[in-house]
């Protein structure tokens, strides 16, 4: 055996052991070594590229719109006390997406879909639940201790036009596990409910997403679990909590 081969084990161990962090929120142990203001420099930077780039709405009810449903929601998670910036991105797909330095985007295609400000409560609630369960730092992690083990980092994901695409390369737009996605439905649920929104509505959503596969797929809606298991996930954790 090599030094390089006896060496790379130990490490890779050592990294995984002092990176193994318990969220009390998810309940679970997360591996995380990657450093969290590196991380909001890149996200600061995907953010400030996406806005110099891609075509960002100017329409006042639009932005006060988002503001108000997401200065909502992020005081339903306590996390009101940060600085949060917002935009409405000009694009028909319905998207949304949130990065771990407290920025919020949306697009036009997405406003125009939901059907009241409860949908895009779940919608805000959604993302928000992938920044307090840290998924991004846990998949940028896992993502960084591969690349010890092999040559090169694979991609984070499909790179797809405009926004997303700016966000991609930046490695934020991750194709979570469908863990990850059950876990931020519960906490976007828990967050929109604190900030007075229907539960309910989230189902709602769902359905509607589900509708609007027939035809394309909603990049946010482009993940891991299927209609029916997140629908159904959603139904039994918001009547576990006598919610509607």
């Known amino acids: 055996m090599t030094l390089t081969r006896l060496v790379l084990p130990v490490a890779l161990a050592a990294l995984t052991l002092g990176g193994c962090a318990y969220n009390e929120t998810l309940g679970r142990n997360q591996l995380l070594i990657v450093d969290d203001s590196t991380l909001a420099q890149q996200a600061d930077a995907a953010w400030a590229e996406a806005l110099r780039t891609q075509p960002v709405s100017r329409d006042a009810a639009l932005n006060q719109r988002l503001r108000r449903v997401g200065d909502r929601v992020v005081g339903g998670a306590r996390l009101g006390d ?17 990065l771990p330095s407290y920025k919020i985007g949306v697009t036009t295609g997405l406003l125009s879909l939901v059907k009241n400000d409860d949908q895009l409560a779940t919608v805000i609630g959604h993302e928000v639940g992938h920044v307090v369960a ?31 695409g700016v ?20 906490l976007g649920v828990d967050y929109m409910q604190a900030a007075g929104y229907r539960p309910s ?8 997403m589900g509708e609007q596969r027939q035809t394309a797929t909603p990049e946010f809606a482009s993940t891991h679990p299927s209609d029916a298991s997140r629908i159904a996930a959603l139904e039994q954790y918001i009547a576990s909590r006598g919610w509607n």
């Open 167 to 186: 966000i991609t390369q930046y490695g934020f737009l991750l194709r979570y596990s469908r863990r990850d996605e059950l876990e931020a439905d519960r």
């Open 201 to 208: 509505e989230a189902i709602a959503l769902w359905r509607l």
């Open 82 to 98: 940060r600085s949060w910036e917002y935009a409405v991105f000009i694009s028909d797909t319905p998207n949304a997406f949130v």
């Open 134 to 164: 840290r998924h991004g730092a846990e998949r940028a992690s896992s993502s960084a201790l591969g690349g010890l083990i092999q040559s090169g980092v694979g991609s984070y994901g499909e790179t797809a036009g405009g926004v997303a």
